[in-house]
């Protein structure tokens, strides 16, 4: 399995460890994306994935050698609940598409994507020197939003009925992040001494437009 260097080894927080993927760990995704409220929450079908489905997504977007998809495991028993990953990384304008799957439907609520989100958007700030991370999201999935949120994304448009479940249409939410919303936020954690997520949800500053820096060419030319 091939391993870029910008895919840390291991990102630890307070209540999940994200670990980059194991083959074995497919037998897991197998099980999640099986699952119908999966598919319901995060997929533009309603059907789940089929299997051969599901082993070629494995194959290309968790342990290709151009995936960046950290398995998240619970620290302590280090069980493993979930996958996130960025994907559509985009180095001549320092951005990426952000997704996160708690697998383990007993695991939800409890902090866990919430925190893993973090640990993403710190390392894609800090370390890899992006400048934007984006997401969608049904207008029905409020833990999701919530989620988003609490890490500091932002609302920036919705595709309005774009999505067809549970018998009605619903909107789909684009959400996102700049680098200078996440310093500002990192930076009222620090001298608030918290170490996890942030705590308030209040909303962030407008964007600071600024063009791609070096350090973020430099880095992002190392992906390709
Ligand atoms: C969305 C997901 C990543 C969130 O992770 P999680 O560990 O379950 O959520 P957390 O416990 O970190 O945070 C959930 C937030 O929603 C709130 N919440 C929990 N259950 C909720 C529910 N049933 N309805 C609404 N909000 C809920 C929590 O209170 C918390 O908000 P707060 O911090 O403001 O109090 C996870 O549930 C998941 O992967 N779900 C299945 C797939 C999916 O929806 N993926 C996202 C597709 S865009």
Not at 162 to 189: H, K, P, V
């Amino acid at each position: 399995m091939v391993q870029r260097s910008w895919s840390p080894k291991v990102l630890v927080g307070s209540r999940v460890v994200l670990r980059r993927h194991a083959p074995e760990n497919v037998a897991a995704f197998l099980r999640w994306y099986a699952d119908p409220e999966i598919a319901r929450l995060a997929r533009y079908q309603a059907t789940p994935m089929r299997p051969e489905e599901i082993e070629r997504f494995f194959a290309a977007r968790v342990v290709g050698p151009d995936a960046l998809a950290m398995a998240v495991h619970v620290r302590g028993t280090d069980r493993l609940i979930g996958t996130c990953a960025f994907s559509q990384l985009d180095g001549e304008n320092g951005s990426a598409l952000y997704h996160i799957t708690i697998g383990e439907s007993d695991a939800w609520g409890h902090g866990y994507g919430t925190e893993a989100t973090q640990l993403m958007v710190d390392h894609a700030f800090e370390t890899l020197g992006l400048h934007r991370i984006s997401l969608n999201v049904f207008e029905f999935n409020e833990r999701a939003i919530r989620a988003y949120r609490r890490c500091g994304f932002q609302i920036e448009g919705r595709s309005r009925e774009s999505i067809w479940r549970d018998g009605r249409w619903w909107d789909e939410i684009a959400m996102s992040i700049l680098e200078s919303d996440w310093r500002i936020r990192r930076d009222g954690r620090s001298a608030a001494g918290e170490d996890g997520a942030a705590d308030d949800q209040a909303d962030l500053p407008e964007a600071v437009g600024a063009g791609p820096s070096d350090r973020i060419r430099k880095t992002i030319g190392r992906w390709r």
